[in-house]
């Protein structure tokens, strides 16, 4: 990171700033095009590893990248306010946000696909009592995200 000044290394600021952000954007890269998908999302940390959880449709052009190449970058960002000058160049923005690089899969196993989607309730709804009986965990696809390299930073 350029800007050592902006980063954040603290493991709770950090968690503070995902559990303020609504839209994960993931990035793939797709025969020489970028594709880029804004998704909602939830995220379990164990150790130091993160992984962000999405559902959406089990085919289509982001189903058929991930099978071909699972490598893709994300962004979360939060907090944004414009800071204005009397010239230009003073301009300024606060913001808060977390990019990084991770392998996405396709969860097929019905009990990480309900512990998925309760992850995905619960960071936008705040609840934690989410029922999916079996037959909703089979209907919905679940995508998960293991990030393998994040960087945190922000700007007040």
């Known amino acids: 990171m350029r800007r050592k000044d902006r980063e954040v290394t603290d493991a709770a600021e950090i968690k503070s700033i995902i559990d303020q952000c609504t839209c994960c ?3 793939f890269y797709d025969n020489g095009e970028v594709y880029i998908v804004p998704l909602n999302f939830g995220y379990e940390r164990t150790d130091d590893t993160y992984v962000f959880y999405f ?3 089990g085919e289509g052009r982001k189903a058929e990248i991930i099978k071909r190449n699972p490598a893709a970058g994300f962004e979360l960002d939060t907090n944004y306010a414009l800071k204005p000058a009397e010239y230009a160049c003073g ?6 946000s977390i990019i990084g ?3 996405v899969s396709i969860v097929s196993e019905a009990d990480e696909k309900k512990r998925g989607l309760s992850f995905i309730m619960e960071h936008n709804t705040n609840r934690r009592d ?6 909703m965990a089979e209907a919905v696809t679940v995508f998960k995200l293991t990030v393998t390299k994040m960087s945190c930073k922000k700007h007040e």
């Open 130 to 135: 989410w029922h999916f009986d079996e037959k």
């Open 55 to 57: 559902h959406g449709a």
């Open 91 to 96: 301009y300024s923005a606060r913001f808060q």
């Open 25 to 27: 954007r993931i990035g």
């Open 101 to 103: 690089t991770g392998v």
